[in-house]
Structure formats: structure tokens, C-alpha cells
């Protein structure tokens, strides 16, 4: 099994948060309030949507050689989308092309007509059904998603003996609902329709998943550290610490931070045109400036979650029970470590919680200044990107665009739920600083 | 207030310079001006005599940062480093590296930042706290509730989004204002209006929830509760004491974007092709214009500090407990 650099980070990210949820199960007023996180419908069904979208991530971290090539597994469970390439646009459903192509007739005659495509509906003897086929295998997904889903419930309620929330079950239901449409529809038909050189656009999405979830949480994997070290140590130490702790934060974050990512990201480019050989590949190019682009965000953004855990950790110092600690004679490290790291953990808690859906978003307007992840790595802003041209036509192609505005609109809009939730149970009154 | 205001500018001086030293180190010592050169002038078919000219009408040509075949302080001045940071803060932006003067530019293109810039603040502040107000005092209602969600709608909506479908349906569809582009005068307006309109709409969503959390957490205070026992109306409590207390957390938010309204938006200026300062450095970031991009830096980190400033100023003008320079 070979690992790219981000499979690395996101995997250690994946440890860290099983350390945490192993850690909460054991403390229960930390448990408590997460129970309660869980428990606002709203935030529950977002948990439901982000696992999903997680799994898909993970399967695309797993790598494995087949036929020669590197694929991932999720490659491999959607390879009736990946292997069934058109050439070129197509409309979603469509069992024709979206392009008037030139064909020689039987008596010789050269005829401009919309060709018949590859893969999508090929099935079909009369294209005429399309309709009805489609409606078909719809109503037998669907059906068949709500029995898998029924099955499921019943299997986790009798494993676990809880009582699942209004919000867990239709965001489940729903899921599996869609995920039968999509399992007994795509293989025969393009869903979301194809791109300029005829690869199935859902399958781009659902690929696109691993970058949008890589960047948000590496990102905070790597400013984590930063950010909480030099806060504690601001607050806690004072004097000239402090103060250099402040001119840092307060230079990185007079520059304006686009301008800053992309100065970093120029450079990233020309290091990596200088120090990469030609027998690096395509792909594992792409990784690295994705790893790249993490680390510049990384960096960069560690500014704010700094500011407040300072701010926080000068409250504590002079509460009570650093003071009886500090007397009873324990060391520095042990005063930041026992008491002022659980006590700003929250702050942390929840500043990942909603960077994840400012970093996802921000992803597709860095791609769009060229300053975000390798043209060649799928991404909704690449599929944003390659598609904005693509407006100008008539009819209009809208399907790339569309599926890559849905699958990050999806997510974005769980996080923030989540975010909410999250905010409102750990600390009610912390304000988000924009 | 005079001391203070010498103090805090001292304060920027020390900002600034490590500011300059980021960049510098970002672009330079990663990319030695030899290929900056050739990247400039075209990547490979380039004699060392085109290099070194190029290289000696922008100074690049003494050492980055010390020069040890000089005496005395020459050792530290004459360097790319001395010379181009000098330059920059004395405003002296001197030419890009495709050969423009970054100064000129930078004024042409202040004036189309600002048309957008200023009319999407104006509506978005207006309707933001219009909105907030209505909502928090109907707060718990259903239509609380559902404001507060589509809120939420709109802020997972990326602004690409907005920037697409606006253009796609107010220009394309309905044909009320050209796609893109830029004119002075009076025409300007018709160029300006969508822009303004996505730039509203994308910020609404985050900017009416804050806007409602700090109206709530006013309203909650002792003296709106006095306020209203001795009979006075809703609005009048809201207009005239929770707006009026709620404005200083707002203001603070406002005036520390003001200044950098002057380099406009990024992303919208480029799709909307807006001759502004934020196309301006979307172009020199795609040209790899390095003394393009890093006078932008310079000048956005400068008037961030300002702002920083700026909100002092009106912190102690909009609340007069604070007074300044008396920590």
C-alpha cells in the first residue's frame, strides 16, 4: 500500500479524533455535552451527512495497485463511472449526445446529428423509452434503498439499544433513499452528465469529496499546534513572550490573507517546479501541492484561534485554582498541561468545527485564481473552473457546475449546522470573531 | 489621544517592516532574479545580456541582502533587499516587473474598486441591520426561526455561486445589465449594480445572524428591560437604546474594513471584469508580477493596520467610557 503525503495527514487527523472520542467517552461531562450536540435534530442529521461524505473520503485515501495502475477504493467501486468515458459533453440522463457530430447514412450522405453515446443508455433498443426505463430503475432504487435503510435502523437500534433522534433518521433515510436511486440509475445512465472531454461528472464529485475534506482538516491539523503553543505560552508566560507572540500574530494577520496564500502559493509552485523530478507523477504532483496548500492555509491561519486562546488563558491565570496550583508547587508544564489545556480545549473544539466550512469553500475560489489545488486533481473548483467558460454556450452546459455547487453546498451547509450546534453546547457565550 | 495615536504608528513601523520581510523572503530568496528575469521576458531564447539589463533597470543586481564587495553601510544598502524595501516605504512602488508604473496604476484603478466597494457596504450594513433589528424583535417566532435558516442557506452557498447564477440571470436571461465590464460616468452604474448586488447577497446571510446575536444579547441587558417597564414602545427601545448600544461591536467590525475597501474585491472584480485594484493583483498573481503583488501586500497590510487605528478612534468616539492612551 503506497501513501501520499495527504493520505498521511488525513489519516493522522482520522487518529486524533478517535483519541478525542475515546477521551470523551471517558470523561462524562465532556460526554454530555456532545450527547447534546447529537441530540438538536439539525445537528444530527448534519453529523450523518459529514459521516457520509467522510467515508467516501477514506475510501479514496486507501491505495491499491490494480492492473498496474494506482487507484484508490473508491476508484474501484465506482469504476462502472470511471471506465464508462464519453467523448465529450453530455447532458444529465441523456442517451445522446449533447453535440451535433458528422455521419456518413447508408446512401452515402453526410448527416449532422446528435450521435448516440457510448455508455449512457446504451441499453436502450428505442431511445424512446428513456423515460420510462428511467423511472423504473428509479422507483426499484429508491425502494430498494428504503428496505436496505429499514434493515440498517433495525440492525443498529438492536446492536446498541438507543433511541435514535428525529434528525439522524431522515438525514439516514434520506441518504440511503438517494444512494439506491444512485446505485441503480449511474451505471447506466450519466446522472450528472459528462464533461468537456467526457468523464461522468457525479463521478468527479464524489471525488472531489477527498480534496474539499483533506484541505478543510489538515489545514487545522497543521495550525492546531501552532496556534495553541504560542497561545498558551502568550498568556500563560507574559512579558516579552507575549509580546513577540502578539507582533507575529498581528504581522501574518496585517497581510491581507489571499494576497498571502497566493504569494505562498507562487513560490510553492516554483519549488516544486525545481525540486521534482520528471519521474514524479501526475498524481502524486497534484498531492503535494495539495499538501502544499494545506500548509500555506496552515500557517496563515493560525492567527485568530491564537488571539482568543491568549485572551482566554490571561482569564484563567488569575482564577483561584491556577493560583492553588501554582502554590502547591506545580511546575509550568503541569499547570499549562492539567489545567489550561482542558480548560480552552472548547475554544479549540469549536474553531475546527467552523473553519472546516470556510476552508471547503474557500478551496473553490483559490482553485479559481489558480492558487488552490493542481488543475488535474479533481476538486469542485476545478469542475467549477473548467465549466465557467462553459456558460457562454447555447444551450447552456449547467450540469458540471450544478453537481459541484450541490455536492459542496451539502457540506458546507452540514458543518455549519454542526458548527451551530457545537457553539451553542460547549460555550454559549464565546462570539465568532470574523 | 495625540500620544496614543503617535504610539500606535510607531507600533506599525515594527508590523510593517516584518511584513515586508515575509514577502520578501516568499519571493526572493525562492526565486533568484536571474529567473525572474527569464520568466519575464520568456522562458528560455534569453542572453545574459537581456538578463542583466533587465536586472539592472529594477536594481536587481547587487546582492539580496548582503553585499560584501561594499564598505561600510553599502554592505547592508546596497542590496535588493535595502533598496526595494526603502522604496516601498517611502510609496515609491517603482515599476512592475513587465514594466509598468505600479504607482499610476494602482491610482487609476483605486476609483472602480471603490464604485463597487462603497455601494455594496452602504446596502449590505443598511439591510443587515434592518433585517437583524425586525427579527430579534420577533424573536422566537417562526419567521425568526426561519430567517436564522435561510441565514444559514446563504452563508453555505460559495460565492462563486451568487457571482454565476446573478450573471446568468440578470444578464444572460433578462438582459437588464451587461455580463461584464466597466465605463465611467454615468454609465458606470449599469456595470455596477450586479456586482453590488452578489456582494450584498453573499454576505447577507452571515451578516444578519451576527447582527441578530448582538441585538439579542443587548436586548437581554437590565436597562431594555427599565426601558420598557416604564411603558416605552418596541421600537422606541430598540431605535433609540438597543441599536444605539449594539452599534459598537458593529462599528468595530465596519471600520476595520473600511480602508481596505480601496483594493477592492478580488474574485468579483475579475469575473465582472472591473478595472479595479482586486483584478489588479489577480492579474499579477497570475503573471508571477512579484514587485506587482508585493506593493499590494504592502499597501493591504498598511491600511489594515490604519484600520486597526481607526477602530480605536471610534471605539472612544461612539462609547465615552473608553478613553484612550489611559490603559
Given at each position: 500500500?503506497?501513501?501520499?503525503p495527504?493520505?498521511?495527514?488525513?489519516?493522522?487527523?482520522?487518529?486524533?479524533?478517535?483519541?478525542?472520542?475515546?477521551?470523551?467517552?471517558?470523561?462524562?461531562?465532556?460526554?454530555?455535552?456532545?450527547?447534546?450536540?447529537?441530540?438538536?435534530?439539525?445537528?444530527?442529521?448534519?453529523?450523518?451527512?459529514?459521516?457520509?461524505?467522510?467515508?467516501?473520503?477514506?475510501?479514496?485515501?486507501?491505495?491499491?495497485?490494480?492492473?498496474?495502475?494506482?487507484?484508490?477504493?473508491?476508484?474501484?467501486?465506482?469504476?462502472?463511472?470511471?471506465?464508462?468515458?464519453?467523448?465529450?459533453?453530455?447532458?444529465?440522463?441523456?442517451?445522446?449526445?449533447?453535440?451535433?457530430?458528422?455521419?456518413?447514412?447508408?446512401?452515402?450522405?453526410?448527416?449532422?446529428?446528435?450521435?448516440?453515446?457510448?455508455?449512457?443508455?446504451?441499453?436502450?433498443?428505442?431511445?424512446?423509452?428513456?423515460?420510462?426505463?428511467?423511472?423504473?430503475?428509479?422507483?426499484?432504487?429508491?425502494?430498494?434503498?428504503?428496505?436496505?435503510?429499514?434493515?440498517?435502523?433495525?440492525?443498529?437500534?438492536?446492536?446498541?439499544?438507543?433511541?435514535?433522534?428525529?434528525?439522524?433518521?431522515?438525514?439516514?433515510?434520506?441518504?440511503?433513499?438517494?444512494?439506491?436511486?444512485?446505485?441503480?440509475?449511474?451505471?447506466?445512465?450519466?446522472?450528472?452528465?459528462?464533461?468537456?472531454?467526457?468523464?461522468?461528472?457525479?463521478?468527479?464529485?464524489?471525488?472531489?469529496?477527498?480534496?474539499?475534506?483533506?484541505?478543510?482538516?489538515?489545514?487545522?491539523?497543521?495550525?492546531?499546534?501552532?496556534?495553541?503553543?504560542?497561545?498558551?505560552?502568550?498568556?500563560?508566560?507574559?512579558?516579552?513572550?507575549?509580546?513577540?507572540?502578539?507582533?507575529?500574530?498581528?504581522?501574518?494577520?496585517?497581510?491581507?490573507?489571499?494576497?498571502?496564500?497566493?504569494?505562498a502559493a507562487l513560490t510553492l509552485d516554483l519549488y516544486l517546479n525545481q525540486h521534482l523530478g520528471d519521474h514524479v507523477g501526475v498524481a502524486e504532483r497534484a498531492d503535494l501541492r495539495l499538501f502544499g496548500i494545506?500548509i500555506i492555509?496552515?500557517?496563515?491561519?493560525?492567527?485568530?484561534?491564537?488571539?482568543?486562546?491568549?485572551?482566554?488563558?490571561?482569564?484563567?491565570?488569575?482564577?483561584?485554582?491556577?493560583?492553588?496550583?501554582?502554590?502547591?508547587?506545580?511546575?509550568?508544564?503541569?499547570?499549562?498541561?492539567?489545567?489550561?489545556?482542558?480548560?480552552?480545549?472548547?475554544?479549540?473544539?469549536?474553531?475546527?468545527?467552523?473553519?472546516?466550512?470556510?476552508?471547503?469553500?474557500?478551496?473553490?475560489?483559490?482553485?479559481?485564481?489558480?492558487i488552490?489545488v493542481d488543475p488535474s486533481m479533481?476538486?469542485?473548483?476545478?469542475?467549477?473552473?473548467?465549466?465557467?467558460?462553459?456558460?457562454?454556450?447555447?444551450?447552456?452546459?449547467?450540469?458540471?457546475?450544478?453537481?459541484?455547487?450541490?455536492?459542496?453546498?451539502?457540506?458546507?451547509?452540514?458543518?455549519?449546522?454542526?458548527?451551530?450546534?457545537?457553539?451553542?453546547?460547549?460555550?454559549?457565550?464565546?462570539?465568532?470573531?470574523? | 489621544?495625540?500620544?496614543?495615536?503617535?504610539?500606535?504608528?510607531?507600533?506599525?513601523?515594527?508590523?510593517?517592516?516584518?511584513?515586508?520581510?515575509?514577502?520578501?523572503?516568499?519571493?526572493?530568496?525562492v526565486n533568484?532574479?536571474?529567473q525572474?528575469?527569464?520568466?519575464?521576458?520568456?522562458?528560455?531564447?534569453?542572453?545574459?545580456?537581456?538578463?542583466?539589463?533587465?536586472?539592472?533597470?529594477?536594481?536587481?543586481?547587487?546582492?539580496?541582502?548582503?553585499?560584501?564587495?561594499?564598505?561600510?553601510?553599502?554592505?547592508?544598502?546596497?542590496?535588493?533587499?535595502?533598496?526595494?524595501?526603502?522604496?516601498?516605504?517611502?510609496?515609491?512602488?517603482?515599476?512592475?516587473?513587465?514594466?509598468?508604473?505600479?504607482?499610476?496604476?494602482?491610482?487609476?484603478?483605486?476609483?472602480?474598486?471603490?464604485?463597487?466597494?462603497?455601494?455594496?457596504?452602504?446596502?449590505?450594513?443598511?439591510?443587515?441591520?434592518?433585517?437583524?433589528?425586525?427579527?430579534?424583535?420577533?424573536?422566537?417566532?417562526?419567521?425568526?426561526?426561519?430567517?436564522?435558516?435561510?441565514?444559514?442557506?446563504?452563508?453555505?452557498?460559495?460565492?462563486?455561486?451568487?457571482?454565476?447564477?446573478?450573471?446568468?440571470?440578470?444578464?444572460?436571461?433578462?438582459?437588464?445589465?451587461?455580463?461584464?465590464?466597466?465605463?465611467?460616468?454615468?454609465?458606470?452604474?449599469?456595470?455596477?449594480?450586479?456586482?453590488?448586488?452578489?456582494?450584498?447577497?453573499?454576505?447577507?446571510?452571515?451578516?444578519?445572524?451576527?447582527?441578530?446575536?448582538?441585538?439579542?444579547?443587548?436586548?437581554?441587558?437590565?436597562?431594555?428591560?427599565?426601558?420598557?417597564?416604564?411603558?416605552?414602545?418596541?421600537?422606541?427601545?430598540?431605535?433609540?437604546?438597543?441599536?444605539?448600544?449594539?452599534?459598537?461591536?458593529?462599528?468595530?467590525?465596519?471600520?476595520?474594513?473600511?480602508?481596505?475597501?480601496?483594493?477592492?474585491?478580488?474574485?468579483?472584480?475579475?469575473?465582472?471584469?472591473?478595472?479595479?485594484?482586486?483584478?489588479?493583483?489577480?492579474?499579477?498573481?497570475?503573471?508571477q508580477?512579484?514587485?506587482?503583488?508585493?506593493?499590494?501586500?504592502?499597501?493591504?497590510?498598511?491600511?489594515?493596520?490604519?484600520?486597526?487605528?481607526?477602530?480605536?478612534?471610534?471605539?472612544?468616539?461612539?462609547?465615552?467610557?473608553?478613553?484612550?492612551?489611559?490603559?
Amino acid at each position: 500500500m503506497h501513501l501520499y503525503p495527504t493520505d498521511w495527514g488525513f489519516f493522522t487527523v482520522l487518529v486524533m479524533a478517535i483519541v478525542y472520542a475515546v477521551n470523551v467517552a471517558r470523561k462524562p461531562d465532556l460526554c454530555g455535552r456532545w450527547r447534546r450536540v447529537f441530540a438538536t435534530p439539525s445537528a444530527g442529521a448534519a453529523a450523518v451527512v459529514i459521516a457520509f461524505y467522510l467515508c467516501i473520503a477514506i475510501t479514496d485515501s486507501i491505495r491499491i495497485e490494480q492492473h498496474g495502475a494506482r487507484v484508490t477504493v473508491l476508484d474501484v467501486i465506482l469504476a462502472p463511472l470511471r471506465l464508462q468515458v464519453e467523448r465529450t459533453y453530455s447532458a444529465p440522463f441523456a442517451s445522446h449526445g449533447f453535440v451535433k457530430e458528422s455521419r456518413t447514412t447508408m446512401h452515402g450522405k453526410i448527416a449532422r446529428e446528435y450521435p448516440r453515446l457510448e455508455h449512457g443508455g446504451r441499453h436502450l433498443s428505442n431511445p424512446d423509452l428513456r423515460l420510462s426505463d428511467i423511472l423504473w430503475r428509479a422507483g426499484f432504487g429508491i425502494i430498494g434503498g428504503a428496505m436496505a435503510w429499514s434493515v440498517l435502523i433495525y440492525a443498529l437500534a438492536r446492536l446498541f439499544r438507543t433511541r435514535y433522534g428525529r434528525g439522524p433518521m431522515i438525514a439516514s433515510g434520506s441518504l440511503c433513499v438517494a444512494l439506491g436511486f444512485v446505485i441503480s440509475v449511474a451505471p447506466s445512465y450519466h446522472m450528472f452528465g459528462t464533461d468537456k472531454v467526457g468523464v461522468d461528472v457525479l463521478y468527479q464529485g464524489l471525488k472531489s469529496i477527498r480534496t474539499g475534506l483533506v484541505l478543510g482538516t489538515l489545514t487545522t491539523l497543521i495550525s492546531l499546534p501552532l496556534a495553541v503553543v504560542l497561545g498558551l505560552l502568550a498568556g500563560y508566560c507574559r512579558g516579552w513572550v507575549d509580546d513577540l507572540v502578539q507582533y507575529l500574530y498581528t504581522t501574518l494577520a496585517s497581510v491581507p490573507g489571499v494576497l498571502l496564500i497566493a504569494a505562498a502559493a507562487l513560490t510553492l509552485d516554483l519549488y516544486l517546479n525545481q525540486h521534482l523530478g520528471d519521474h514524479v507523477g501526475v498524481a502524486e504532483r497534484a498531492d503535494l501541492r495539495l499538501f502544499g496548500i494545506c500548509i500555506i492555509l496552515g500557517v496563515t491561519g493560525w492567527t485568530s484561534l491564537c488571539r482568543l486562546l491568549r485572551a482566554e488563558v490571561l482569564k484563567l491565570r488569575a482564577l483561584e485554582f491556577v493560583l492553588a496550583a501554582r502554590s502547591l508547587g506545580v511546575g509550568t508544564a503541569g499547570i499549562v498541561w492539567r489545567h489550561l489545556v482542558p480548560n480552552t480545549l472548547h475554544i479549540v473544539i469549536i474553531t475546527s468545527v467552523i473553519d472546516l466550512s470556510g476552508l471547503v469553500l474557500a478551496e473553490a475560489v483559490l482553485t479559481y485564481i489558480d492558487i488552490g489545488v493542481d488543475p488535474s486533481m479533481e476538486s469542485w473548483g476545478n469542475m467549477i473552473n473548467s465549466s465557467r467558460m462553459e456558460l457562454a454556450r447555447d444551450p447552456i452546459v449547467w450540469w458540471s457546475l450544478g453537481a459541484a455547487f450541490i455536492f459542496m453546498f451539502t457540506l458546507v451547509l452540514a458543518a455549519n449546522v454542526l458548527a451551530d450546534a457545537v457553539r451553542d453546547a460547549f460555550d454559549p457565550h464565546l462570539r465568532r470573531s470574523r | 489621544m495625540i500620544t496614543y495615536l503617535i504610539r500606535r504608528l510607531v507600533y506599525s513601523v515594527p508590523i510593517l517592516f516584518g511584513v515586508n520581510i515575509i514577502t520578501f523572503a516568499l519571493f526572493f530568496l525562492v526565486n533568484s532574479p536571474d529567473q525572474m528575469a527569464r520568466k519575464q521576458l520568456g522562458e528560455h531564447r534569453v542572453t545574459m545580456d537581456a538578463v542583466e539589463k533587465w536586472k539592472t533597470e529594477r536594481g536587481y543586481n547587487v546582492p539580496l541582502l548582503w553585499n560584501s564587495t561594499s564598505t561600510g553601510t553599502g554592505r547592508v544598502r546596497d542590496t535588493v533587499f535595502y533598496a526595494t524595501s526603502a522604496r516601498l516605504f517611502s510609496f515609491n512602488f517603482g515599476q512592475s516587473d513587465s514594466g509598468r508604473d505600479i504607482g499610476y496604476d494602482i491610482r487609476e484603478r483605486m476609483g472602480p474598486s471603490l464604485a463597487i466597494a462603497i455601494p455594496a457596504l452602504i446596502i449590505q450594513i443598511l439591510l443587515a441591520t434592518t433585517l437583524a433589528l425586525f427579527v430579534s424583535v420577533l424573536r422566537g417566532s417562526r419567521l425568526d426561526r426561519w430567517t436564522t435558516t435561510v441565514c444559514v442557506g446563504l452563508m453555505s452557498v460559495s460565492s462563486l455561486f451568487f457571482i454565476m447564477a446573478g450573471q446568468y440571470v440578470m444578464a444572460k436571461l433578462l438582459r437588464l445589465v451587461p455580463i461584464s465590464g466597466y465605463a465611467d460616468g454615468w454609465a458606470m452604474a449599469k456595470f455596477v449594480l450586479l456586482p453590488v448586488i452578489v456582494q450584498v447577497l453573499a454576505s447577507l446571510g452571515a451578516n444578519v445572524r451576527w447582527y441578530r446575536t448582538v441585538f439579542l444579547e443587548e436586548n437581554a441587558k437590565d436597562y431594555v428591560r427599565t426601558a420598557r417597564a416604564k411603558g416605552l414602545s418596541d421600537a422606541t427601545v430598540m431605535l433609540r437604546h438597543v441599536l444605539r448600544n449594539a452599534l459598537l461591536p458593529l462599528l468595530t467590525n465596519i471600520v476595520v474594513i473600511l480602508p481596505g475597501l480601496f483594493l477592492g474585491s478580488l474574485i468579483t472584480e475579475s469575473f465582472f471584469a472591473i478595472p479595479g485594484l482586486g483584478s489588479y493583483t489577480i492579474e499579477a498573481i497570475q503573471n508571477q508580477d512579484f514587485a506587482a503583488v508585493r506593493a499590494m501586500v504592502f499597501l493591504g497590510s498598511l491600511l489594515y493596520i490604519v484600520g486597526l487605528i481607526l477602530t480605536d478612534i471610534s471605539y472612544a468616539w461612539a462609547d465615552p467610557r473608553i478613553r484612550l492612551g489611559k490603559a
